[in-house]
């Protein structure tokens, strides 16, 4: 069996990148509550305690199973305010993609923007990927802005491309190779 992923730690211009830990069940709580995150997400809603531990233990699970590197997003104060994964499914194909959510009462500081460089300048210096994707739904200017301040071009739009709590939803997808920052 392969070894588990390492997910390490990473600072992210005034934030702390780190690995998932069971006393995160506050803000798996909070963003249980957002309208949006359920739907793109495995976390649970309604919340629940047993549901909001194996929502961190599934974080794990996919170190534990090589197939990314979750991290949750910790404001200066020491608060964790969101999630930025680094998802390796096509790293065959050369290249992995980036998911990242902010919780409401955190939304408006930099800690998405801070979090999406971080990851890519690590995965391009460290992993030494190709390229990397991310996808966001065209109504979600904020999330597009965030993805374009780290140096993502946009390539196109992608008609019903993801499953979004019941129905599939269109996507533009963004881009970055190594070596273009």
């Known amino acids: 069996m392969k070894q588990s992923l390492d997910v390490p730690e990473l600072a992210a211009a005034g934030f702390l990148l780190r690995p998932w830990r069971l006393s995160d069940l506050p803000l798996v709580r909070e963003a249980s509550e957002d309208e949006y995150i359920p739907l793109i997400t495995t976390v649970p809603s309604p919340y629940s305690e047993p549901d909001g531990a194996a929502f961190v233990r599934r974080q794990w699970g996919r170190a534990t199973t090589r197939t990314g590197y979750p991290f949750v997003i910790v404001n200066s104060g020491g608060r964790p305010v969101g999630n930025v994964g680094l998802w390796l499914k096509g790293r065959a194909q050369g290249r992995a993609s980036l998911g990242y959510w902010v919780v409401r009462s955190a939304r408006g500081q930099g800690a998405a923007g801070a979090a999406v460089a971080a990851v890519t300048g690590w995965a391009f210096g460290e992993l030494r990927l190709p390229a990397l994707e991310l996808y966001v739904e065209p109504w979600n200017t904020a999330s597009a802005h965030t993805a374009e301040r780290a140096g993502f071009q946009r390539e196109g739009l992608l008609r019903e491309w ?20």
């Open 162 to 181: 993801q499953q979004v709590g019941t129905e599939r939803r269109d996507m533009f997808r963004y881009s970055l190779a190594n070596g273009e920052l």
